[in-house]
């Protein structure tokens, strides 16, 4: 079997509270299809662009910081990498960590895609459906807009939990000499 090919990834968190339930290692990957009109990540929406990871490589980093939960995968858009992820996130839970996916496509259609299957089936909590600027939703953590779904994919997590409900959080760090602001800002802070 031939080993996946390199992931295109635009930044790497090591340390979040921002992106998923605990202490996360954060992902965000090059390239979407899908150009939500609002998208809050408009610099990833390019294949091109990026550094070529392998995704063992990124297993491995994953897996050497102490600590966190598990990994966040976001982006861009995951199932355009859906192979080289699903290296990762098995990797990941195989070590008894968490696997996190913000994508842009429904569940229902991610189950129609055969390319999808290994990734979905090493996700925990999965954020699905495209990003609507028109329907912000301030109430419900790591979700942009009122018609993306929390979904557990296996019973690691419950949604209704209160915590899926707490105040929103923003992280700034510097990352490689540049500032980078993460996690859903309120609407009121974006002005």
Known sequence: MRPPAPLRVALEVPDTEA???????????????LRCPGCCNPD?????????????????RVLATPDIEGVTLLGGEPFAQAEG??????????????????????LEALRARPEAARLLAATDLLVDGPYDARRPDPARRWVGSTNQRTLALTDRYDPRHPS????????????????????????????
Not at 45 to 59: E, S, T, W
Not at 85 to 105: C, Y
């Open 19 to 33: 992106e998923g339930p605990g202490r996360r290692y954060a992902v965000w990957v090059q390239g979407c299809p």
């Open 44 to 60: 990833l929406l390019p294949f091109r662009g990026g550094r070529p990871v392998a995704p063992a490589d990124l297993a491995a």
């Open 85 to 106: 992820l699903a290296v990762v996130a098995e990797q990941v839970r195989a070590a008894g960590r968490s696997v996190m996916v913000f994508t842009g496509f429904t």
């Open 164 to 191: 899926f409900f707490a105040p929103r959080e923003v992280e700034l760090r510097l990352v490689g000499g540049r500032l980078v602001v993460n996690g859903w800002p309120a609407p009121l802070d974006r002005a």
